[in-house]
C-alpha cells in the first residue's frame, strides 16, 4: 500500500504522542527525531488536531497529545484523516 508523506509523517506524529502519554510533544522533537521537515510536520498536527485525534495547547510547555487513549485509536483512524477512502474492491 502506498500512502502520502502527510499519512507517515501523521502516524509518526501519533506514534510520538502514544509514547509521551500525558506528556506533551513538539513539532521540533518529532521533526528532528525523524528528519522531517516542521514546516509540513505542523500542518500534520494541525490536521489530526481538527480531525479531533489530538489536542493543542501554545506557549511555553506547550505541544500537542492525544485526545483519546492510544489503545483506542487504530492506524487507520489517523490515515483517513489524510487518504481518500477506497471502496472496496477498487484495487
Known sequence: ?????????????A???ALA??????VAAVANRYGIPEGALA???QQL???GLAAGTR?????????RPAS?????D????????RQPGSC
Open 21 to 26: 502519554g500525558e506528556a506533551q510533544t513538539t
Open 43 to 45: 500542518k500534520v498536527f
Open 78 to 85: 489517523v490515515l483517513h484523516v489524510f487518504e481518500r477512502r
Open 1 to 13: 500500500m502506498n500512502i502520502s508523506k502527510s499519512a507517515r509523517y501523521a502516524l509518526y506524529a
Open 59 to 67: 506557549g511555553i510547555g506547550g505541544g500537542y497529545r492525544l485526545l
Open 15 to 17: 506514534a510520538e504522542m
Open 72 to 76: 483506542a485509536i487504530t492506524v487507520l
Open 49 to 51: 488536531v481538527r480531525a
